[in-house]
């Protein structure tokens, strides 16, 4: 019989939908014993909701409970990595929000901390979970797809003064980067999960929706290291809000659902270049079974990895893939140069992608 494990979540705001799409719906698997916010009244209030036991305002009080197996991290950004490095320094099987951390070598401490931990950290990367692209992956996976093309990749969103109002959004120094680092992040490792490492990136970006020190709109162009070619764009300033996926291969066309906020489910767009490659395909999904949304999706996959000690649905090297890609679209953004990736230890930007003109003087 499988394990059940005791889940503490830390940060209520996305940490709500963690309980309510994940630990609430997979009782079986999670037991949610504890939640933990600054905020009392949001304490309360998803206290009750999901009648969870444990409540406390203290991040340290979490870690001493040695009956919790897994640590949720989901407050602002900045946070994340001595919260996640406090986490496996007390044992804990730990999950983190997006971004994981603030630079490359933040990323690299934390592997490097995690080899001689007991627990692993899987990042969070929810919207890779959906039918549709799961089909998709499983398609690219068993070689069927054939040579890749070229991708485009729309993340078009809406985002308002309500929003920024929350005190740790729009500024570099607390939530780190904008639209690209926010919210496109998704869109841009599913890219990367379906067509692979990148070689190089140009981008523009731009603030033109919301008075913040960050982006609200950019463009890239990326080439990969198939030599296959990307585009990327991304606003928060779009009237009809849509996540799309496009990915054109050797013998199949993927095109997402327009859906923003769960692009990977059904419909996807499956269009085989010929009749044989169609029949190819279908036979590959034969038997193929429903791969449930989001956070249900992402936290099934993380329990069965626990549960037989396979790699995690999300690793710490997918999290550095993307926040390696975010680095040279800064640089890139910042200079007017393209960026050639690997992103090394000496690169000026790998302690930080902070563009200079926005660091503390
Ligand atoms: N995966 C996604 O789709 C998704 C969506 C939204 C946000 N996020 C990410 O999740 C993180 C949180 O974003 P949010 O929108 O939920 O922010 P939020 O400000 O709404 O919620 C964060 C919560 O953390 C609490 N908090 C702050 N410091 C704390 C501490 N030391 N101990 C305990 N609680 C603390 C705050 O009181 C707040 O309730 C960010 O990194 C964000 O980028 C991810």
Same mark, same amino acid.
């Given at each position: 019989?499988?394990?059940?494990?005791t $889940?503490?979540?830390?940060?209520? #705001?996305?940490?709500?939908s963690?309980i309510d799409?994940?630990?609430?719906?997979?009782?079986?698997?999670?037991?949610?014993?504890?939640?933990?916010?600054?905020?009392? +009244? *949001?304490?309360?209030?998803? #206290?009750? /909701?999901f009648?969870?036991?444990?409540r %406390?305002?203290? !991040?340290?009080?979490? @870690?001493?409970?040695?009956?919790?197996?897994?640590?949720?991290?989901?407050?602002?950004?900045?946070?994340? !990595?001595?919260?996640?490095?406090?986490? @496996?320094?007390?044992?804990?099987?730990?999950?983190? /929000?997006?971004?994981?951390v603030?630079?490359?070598? /933040?990323?690299d401490?934390?592997?490097?901390?995690?080899?001689?931990?007991r627990?692993?950290?899987?990042?969070?990367?929810?919207?890779?979970?959906?039918?549709?692209?799961?089909?998709?992956?499983r398609i690219?996976?068993?070689?069927?797809a054939?040579?890749?093309?070229?991708?485009?990749?729309?993340?078009?969103?809406?985002?308002?003064?309500?929003?920024?109002?929350?005190?740790?959004?729009?500024? !570099?120094?607390?939530?780190?980067?904008?639209?690209?680092?926010?919210?496109?992040i998704?869109?841009h490792?599913i890219?990367?999960?379906?067509?692979?490492?990148?070689?190089?990136?140009f981008? *523009?970006?731009?603030t033109?929706?919301?008075?913040?020190?960050v982006?609200?709109?950019? $463009?890239?162009? &990326? $080439?990969?290291?198939?030599?296959?070619?990307?585009?990327?764009?991304? %606003?928060? #300033?779009?009237? =009809?809000e849509?996540?799309?996926?496009?990915?054109?291969?050797?013998?199949?066309t993927?095109?997402?659902?327009?859906?923003?906020?769960?692009?990977?489910?059904?419909?996807?767009?499956?269009?085989?270049?010929?009749? +044989?490659?169609?029949?190819?395909?279908?036979?590959? &999904?034969?038997g193929f079974?429903?791969?449930p949304?989001?956070?249900?999706?992402?936290?099934?996959?993380?329990h069965?990895?626990?549960?037989?000690?396979?790699?995690?649905?999300?690793?710490?090297?997918?999290?550095?893939?993307?926040l390696?890609?975010?680095?040279?679209?800064?640089?890139?953004? /910042?200079? #007017? +140069?393209?960026?050639? &990736?690997?992103i090394?230890?000496?690169?000026? =930007?790998?302690r930080?992608?902070?563009p200079?003109?926005?660091?503390?003087r």
């Amino acid at each position: 019989m499988s394990k059940r494990r005791t $889940v503490a979540v830390i940060g209520l #705001g996305i940490g709500r939908s963690h309980i309510d799409e994940g630990y609430a719906r997979l009782r079986d698997q999670f037991d949610l014993q504890v939640i933990c916010d600054l905020n009392e +009244e *949001r304490l309360a209030a998803v #206290g009750d /909701e999901f009648s969870v036991p444990r409540r %406390t305002t203290s !991040f340290d009080e979490v @870690l001493a409970m040695d009956d919790i197996d897994i640590v949720d991290i989901c407050t602002p950004p900045t946070l994340h !990595f001595p919260q996640i490095m406090a986490a @496996l320094a007390a044992g804990k099987q730990v999950i983190c /929000e997006k971004p994981l951390v603030g630079s490359l070598h /933040e990323v690299d401490q934390l592997a490097a901390t995690e080899a001689t931990s007991r627990g692993r950290t899987m990042p969070i990367f929810q919207y890779r979970f959906g039918n549709g692209l799961q089909k998709a992956r499983r398609i690219i996976e068993t070689g069927l797809a054939g040579k890749p093309y070229l991708a485009t990749i729309e993340t078009a969103w809406l985002r308002g003064p309500n929003y920024y109002a929350v005190p740790w959004r729009g500024r !570099f120094e607390t939530e780190l980067g904008g639209a690209l680092l926010t919210h496109a992040i998704h869109s841009h490792d599913i890219l990367t999960w379906l067509m692979g490492d990148i070689a190089e990136v140009f981008a *523009r970006t731009a603030t033109r929706v919301n008075a913040i020190e960050v982006e609200d709109c950019a $463009v890239a162009s &990326l $080439v990969m290291q198939s030599g296959a070619l990307a585009s990327l764009a991304a %606003t928060l #300033g779009s009237a =009809k809000e849509i996540s799309r996926i496009r990915l054109c291969f050797e013998h199949v066309t993927f095109e997402s659902s327009l859906s923003p906020y769960a692009p990977g489910d059904d419909p996807w767009q499956i269009i085989a270049t010929s009749p +044989e490659a169609e029949a190819r395909i279908a036979k590959a &999904l034969e038997g193929f079974k429903f791969v449930p949304s989001r956070f249900e999706g992402l936290m099934a996959a993380y329990h069965q990895a626990l549960e037989t000690d396979s790699p995690l649905p999300v690793t710490l090297k997918d999290a550095r893939r993307s926040l390696e890609l975010i680095t040279a679209l800064y640089h890139a953004a /910042e200079t #007017g +140069e393209a960026v050639v &990736l690997p992103i090394g230890k000496d690169h000026p =930007k790998y302690r930080s992608w902070r563009p200079a003109a926005t660091a503390p003087r």
